[in-house]
């Protein structure tokens, strides 16, 4: 049984898409720690059934809103680190595999260097107010990832990507987004592909950590 819940937990069906008894949801309670809680929350869920069933039938989701809160950028899409490292904490507590605990917290990073681009970018200013809350967020995501337990669980991942992000976590927070800035100018086929042992110029990368950690060229 634990195994169905293990993957029903980290699927895409786990954005919601169930019928969860009432007692259950009024025990759990839905999460407001950001724009992503439900996600988590649902997750929260299925760990607190006993059984999960599935049934035939199509369910239709609509993509086709631009407007929707989910495709427009709001400041509320810098919470996607935070929700990553809630979801490894929840696995890590329910004592599945230290392999599946590591994912999550290697993707929360992954959105944290993604999203600082992101806020960096030249070609994408943001307002002053918009750019200070956003801020707010990854430092705060930046912080707990430098964390003793995070740190544990981002050292299973020892792809040069990988690698790369985690040493960029070294610093200051000031350090960490001269990091991102000289990536997305520098090495962008960093920001472009995510994935371990992805075809990233090592040797770029290597170049950078030089410049940037080591004050050498």
Same mark, same amino acid.
């Given at each position: =049984?634990?195994?169905?819940? &293990?993957?029903?937990? @980290?699927a ?10 009432? *007692? $259950? ?13 439900? $996600? #988590? %929350? ?7 059934c006993?059984?999960?069933?599935? /049934?035939?039938?199509?369910?239709? #989701? ?13 400041? &509320? %899409? ?10 490894? +904490?929840?696995?890590s ?11 999550? =917290?290697? !993707?929360?990073?992954? /959105?944290?260097?993604?999203l ?7 070609? =994408? ?8 809350a956003?801020?707010?967020k @990854?430092? &705060? ?6 964390s ?6 981002l ?11 985690? !040493? *960029?976590?070294?610093?200051? #927070? $000031?350090?960490?987004? *001269?990091v991102?800035?000289?990536? +997305?100018?520098?090495?962008p ?8 042992? +992805? ?6 990368? %290597?170049?950078?950590?030089?410049? @940037?950690?080591?004050? +050498? %060229?």
């Amino acid at each position: =049984m634990r195994t169905w819940i &293990g993957a029903v937990l @980290l699927a895409s069906l786990a954005g919601g898409v169930a019928l969860i008894r009432g *007692a $259950e949801v009024r025990a759990t309670r839905f999460k407001e720690f950001g724009i992503f809680a439900d $996600e #988590y %929350t649902v997750r929260e869920l299925f760990m607190a059934c006993e059984t999960v069933a599935f /049934s035939g039938g199509t369910f239709f #989701y609509r993509q086709d809103n631009p407007q929707a809160i989910t495709k427009k950028r709001s400041v &509320g %899409t810098f919470d996607k680190p935070h929700n990553w490292m809630m979801l490894s +904490s929840l696995l890590s507590r329910n004592a599945f595999p230290e392999a599946l605990c590591a994912r999550e =917290m290697n !993707r929360a990073l992954i /959105s944290l260097v993604a999203l600082q681009m992101d806020l960096l970018d030249p070609a =994408m200013p943001f307002p002053a107010d918009f750019q200070n809350a956003a801020e707010h967020k @990854l430092r &705060g995501a930046f912080e707990a990832l430098k964390s003793p337990d995070a740190q544990r669980a981002l050292s299973h991942h020892d792809d040069t990507a990988s690698i790369a992000r985690r !040493r *960029a976590l070294a610093g200051s #927070y $000031e350090q960490f987004k *001269a990091v991102c800035l000289r990536w +997305s100018t520098e090495t962008p086929a960093f920001s472009r592909d995510w994935k371990p042992n +992805s075809a990233v110029d090592n040797h770029a990368l %290597t170049c950078t950590f030089a410049q @940037l950690f080591d004050g +050498s %060229t």
